[in-house]
């Protein structure tokens, strides 16, 4: 059973950065992409990037665009977002997520993924 475990949310100042850690505890060939979603109080669960632990590919939300930057180790099975530039807007819980069945590149709607984390709580507030 694949499983994720986030880390390094909290609490940052308008402007501020911060990178979060997801840790994969094993992978198949299903678990070949892993992303981030967000989910702010009283709204649904958003895409913010994807990587590919291949190739490195990446894709992000227009929202995040030059902001964030999604990265992985191999080595570590860990893959990060680090965030610059942080607005009120980008207080929500993170999830990171990697699909538990085939599914094509790339993977941005929700219904792709099937094995999610417990999540992160991000809040930018001065």
């Known amino acids: 059973q694949v499983q994720l475990a986030e880390s390094g949310g909290g609490l940052v100042p308008p402007g501020g950065s911060l990178t979060l850690s997801c840790e994969v505890s094993?992978?198949?060939?299903?678990?070949?992409?892993m992303a981030w979603f967000r989910q702010a109080p009283g709204k649904e669960r958003d895409f913010v990037a994807v990587i590919r632990w291949a190739t490195a590919d990446e894709v992000y939300a227009d929202s995040v665009k030059g902001r964030f930057t999604i990265s992985r180790s191999a080595a570590k099975n860990t893959v990060y977002l680090e965030m610059n530039g942080l607005t009120a807007e980008d207080t929500a819980v993170y999830f990171c997520?990697?699909?538990?069945?085939?599914?094509?590149?790339?993977?941005?709607?929700?219904?792709?993924?099937?094995?999610w984390g417990q999540g992160t709580q991000v809040t930018v507030s001065s």
């Open positions: 094993r992978r198949t060939y299903k678990n070949y992409a």
């Open positions: 997520a990697t699909p538990s069945d085939v599914v094509s590149w790339p993977p941005l709607s929700r219904s792709d993924y099937g094995i």
